[in-house]
């Protein structure tokens, strides 16, 4: 048993929709989020640069002793988790585009993918891609400029709903049932999503099963803490307070929010 944190890392505050699946979950645990929203967004970024921000964050959480790392960035686990996991030594739990349970569930046979240009460029994204999709067809549709419009804490704007169709609405006309959202900032969008998106269309995201996945590691390795009494939460973020602090009270959190410059 443990009482040390858990550390969870995204280019802003997207992450904190995987936090609010892990701290529901395992509401005893306590929790250290970094938001790096001065460097978002990272899917614009080369890999080198995604490998390096991803590097500071989690040493940044190290030295602040987290037991385990989350990546709650689809991006950053993409294009960095291997080389986390072969260089420390804690356990980290990584976030993919969760396309496995939209190929097993399409009925159109055609399932749609939204995410950053960094997670639709990795080999690992290939690479789970290509093992889950025989027989189906994924239309990758890049978000750009989502993820700042998101980060700029407006999520009910005319411009960003007329975005987010432009890229919705050409999957749409190919005959998307699934529609899998392959960044964690994306599940905001989910309210305008509902507004554009027909009854038959479902959208996935892979929140739920990556809390799971964070209670079973810690379970596994012996780390789930002896406390009794709800966790504690810290947010640091190195970009605009308010604009994390907005998000938290969206999803009813009432956590301060700390500006620091990791
Ligand atoms: N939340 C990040 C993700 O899941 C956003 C990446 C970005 O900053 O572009 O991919």
């Known amino acids: ?99 496995k349970p939209a190929a097993i569930n399409t009925r159109s046979k055609i399932v749609g993918v939204l995410a950053t240009k960094g997670t639709l460029s990795s080999s690992l994204f ?50 998307m049932d699934y529609l899998v959202l392959g960044c964690t900032h994306y599940p905001y969008l989910i309210p305008l999503l509902k507004k554009m998106l027909p009854e038959n269309v479902t959208i996935i995201d892979s929140g739920q099963a990556v809390a799971r996945q964070t209670k079973s590691v810690l379970e596994h390795n012996d780390l789930l803490t002896s406390s009794a009494v709800m966790g504690a939460h810290q947010f640091f973020t190195n970009g605009d307070e308010n604009v994390l602090a907005t998000i938290l009270q969206s999803v009813k959190a009432k956590h301060s929010v700390t500006f620091k410059d990791f």
């Open 1 to 99: 048993m443990d009482d040390k944190r858990i550390g969870i890392f995204d280019s802003g505050i997207g992450g904190t929709s995987i936090w609010g699946e892990i701290q529901e979950l395992l509401p005893f645990e306590e929790c250290i989020y970094l938001a790096d929203s001065k460097n978002a967004p990272y899917g614009e970024k080369p890999a080198e640069q995604i490998l390096a921000l991803s590097i500071k964050n989690t040493e940044y959480l190290l030295s602040q002793g987290c037991k385990l790392i989350v990546v709650a960035c689809n991006t950053a686990t993409t294009n960095a988790i291997d080389y986390l996991r072969s260089n420390y030594d804690v356990p980290f739990i990584g976030i993919e585009p969760a396309i």
């Open 126 to 175: 290939h690479s789970t891609s290509k093992n889950h999709t025989e027989g189906i067809t994924v239309l990758e549709q890049r978000g750009t400029g989502l993820v700042e419009m998101i980060e700029s804490g407006n999520l009910d704007s005319e411009d960003l709903y007329r975005l987010l169709e432009r890229y919705i609405t050409p999957m749409l006309e190919k005959g």
